[in-house]
């Protein structure tokens, strides 16, 4: 174990020394603007929830296609856990650009309902 005065000198020698230095501020994330129509925007909601319920027939099964030794379990298993931090950003994306609407169960915006009631945190998803 090196003695601290050495340890100091050796980081004065590789050109770390005490003196401050300037931070440099990481550049802000580049920004897109686009424009979507109701419908289009009831599109990705629906595929949020087509994904969602996937991920959890996936996980629902997987036990069964491992039970099998089926060489399908792995792929199922991708699908049922490997994809649900995209789940979750997805959430958070399609919430925050569709907060405007209301969930209404006799439209298309009945999809809301799932959309906004998606625990995050959860690691087993409901079908």
């Given at each position: 174990?090196?003695?601290?005065?050495?340890?100091?000198?050796?980081?004065?020698?590789?050109?770390?020394s005490?003196?401050p230095?300037?931070?440099?501020?990481?550049?802000?994330?580049?920004?897109?603007?686009?424009?979507?129509?109701?419908?289009?925007?009831?599109q990705?909601?629906?595929?949020?929830?087509?994904?969602?319920?996937?991920?959890?027939?996936?996980?629902?099964?997987?036990?069964?296609?491992?039970?099998?030794?089926?060489?399908?379990?792995?792929?199922?298993y991708?699908?049922?856990?490997?994809?649900?931090?995209?789940?979750?950003?997805?959430?958070?994306?399609?919430?925050?650009?569709?907060?405007?609407?209301?969930?209404?169960?006799?439209t298309?915006?009945?999809?809301?309902?799932?959309?906004?009631q998606?625990?995050?945190?959860a690691?087993k998803?409901?079908?």
């Open positions: 174990m090196q003695s601290l005065p050495l340890f100091i000198f050796t980081l004065i020698i590789n050109g770390i005490s003196q230095q300037q931070l440099t501020l990481p550049e802000p994330e580049k920004k897109y603007t686009f424009e979507f129509t109701e419908y289009e925007l009831q990705m909601a629906w595929l949020w929830f087509a994904f969602k319920c996937g991920a959890g027939i996936s996980q629902h099964i997987h036990k069964i296609f491992k039970m099998l030794r089926s060489d399908m379990a792995g792929q199922i991708g699908q049922a856990y490997d994809y649900l931090s995209v789940l979750r950003a997805t959430n958070q994306i399609l919430n925050r650009i569709i907060q405007e609407f209301e969930a209404d169960p006799m298309n915006w009945r999809v809301l309902k799932h959309l906004r998606f625990d995050p945190k690691v998803i409901d079908r």
